[in-house]
């Protein structure tokens, strides 16, 4: 006899949460039942403030209704159609919109259905690439350590957070890792790019030494490493490891699951930091978190790369049966229309001042030991207690939303991420908030 459960629909057991503490929530469930713009409401009727977009997707806050009609539109006229030898118009129309705003280079894109996927997208192309130039010996991947890039084998192989790949022994070989940035207690409290530790970035030079270039195909690194606890990256940093790629061959990724469509205050962190990868990997604020839907940007030298050989032959053996969904397409094409008719997508860059001021408020705190930001991301990182790393942080965030309050916690870091159309009075109540939490001492 099966021993399913006779579920009710209060009956919380079958759905097996991600990174979740399933069996304490499960004892306190936090459920959201309706959303609008930059609240939530929650199944006991309380107003939760959205800290942090959702999951750092919901850049254009909830429900804006040209892109819930867009989503019921579209599927009620086309619900499906595959991408694999057939297509349908609105792909092709968004993929010039997202050119449109990609930096300059960035001139074709492949779909994809999350940013793990929009990851493991971008590490095949890149092995792919040098395969086709005839540079196959170039297998090596190199992440960072602290690195987040989604929960797939590739990854994860890339990824550098330890309690994510801990469990899966061994991963895709070939594969290096740099140092993380981040040198605690220096650059403390510091706004905006650190002033010191930009030439880190030459262990890329180390690593080419010990592996040979002809063995390395790519380095993949978020501009802002955000799920690790919002590292930002040091002066000069980005644009040495771009120099030291350009130099040996390699490819560099810039993930920008997080940073991409405005959160920095420009479309990409690539702008914004003024510096050229080869790749850039996206989702969330694509279709502004509703419909899963990921990206891949490549130049043209890639792209055109593939496009040899006999015209009936498939170029590039990969791809998804939803790549380029026509209700997630219809969802991101209402998404960039929502971003452009409202100045979204540079919109960060007007607020980060008062942002800033308001974050950096809390540095006199108890327990307080950094404060990060750029754009609108802020990081305000505990001191852990004794023997219970992590608690202090996740105390801080059972009590925020007690208070109708929203944020992240990575570690004994809080994370926020507010959706980009945050006025001041939401900044004022955000850290109103968070200073009435933190100033008793949890
Ligand atoms: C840089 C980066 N790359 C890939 C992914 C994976 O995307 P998907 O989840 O769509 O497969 C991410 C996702 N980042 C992410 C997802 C959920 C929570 C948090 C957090 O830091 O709280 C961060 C990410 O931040």
Known sequence: MSDRLNATPNDLRAFWMPFTA???????????????DMYYTTHDGRQVLDGTAGLWCVNAGHCRPKITEAIRQQAGELDYAPAFQLGHPKAFELANRLVDI????????????????????ALKVALAYHRVKGNGSRFRLIGRERGYHGVNFGGISVGGIVTNRKMFGTLLTGVDHMPHTHIPG?????????????????????????????????????????????????????????DICTKHGILLIFDEVITGFGRLGAPFAAQYYDVKPDIITTAKGLTNGVIPMGAVFVTSEIHDAFMQGPEHMIEFFHGYTYSGNPIASAAALATLDTYKEEGLLTRAAELSDY??????????????????????????ELDPIAGEPTKRAFTAFLKAYEKGLLIRTTGDIIALSPPLIIEKHHIDELFGKLREILQNNI
């Open 355 to 380: 942002w800033a001021d308001a974050l950096h408020s809390l540095k006199d705190c108890p327990n307080v030991i950094d404060i990060r930001n750029t754009g609108l991301i802020g990081a305000i």
């Open 22 to 36: 399933n069996r304490q929530f499960k004892k306190e469930p936090r459920l959201f039942v309706s959303a609008k």
């Open 102 to 121: 990609a930096p300059e280079g960035m001139d074709h894109v492949l779909y994809t259905n999350s940013g793990s996927e929009s990851v493991e997208t």
């Open 186 to 242: 220096k650059n403390a409290f510091t706004r905006g790019e650190p002033e010191h530790g930009g030439d880190i970035a030459t262990e890329l030079e180390r690593i080419v030494t010990l592996h040979d270039a002809s063995t390395i195909a790519a380095v993949i690194v978020e501009p802002i490493a955000g799920s690790t606890g919002v590292l930002i990256p040091p002066k000069g940093y980005l644009q040495k490891l771009r």
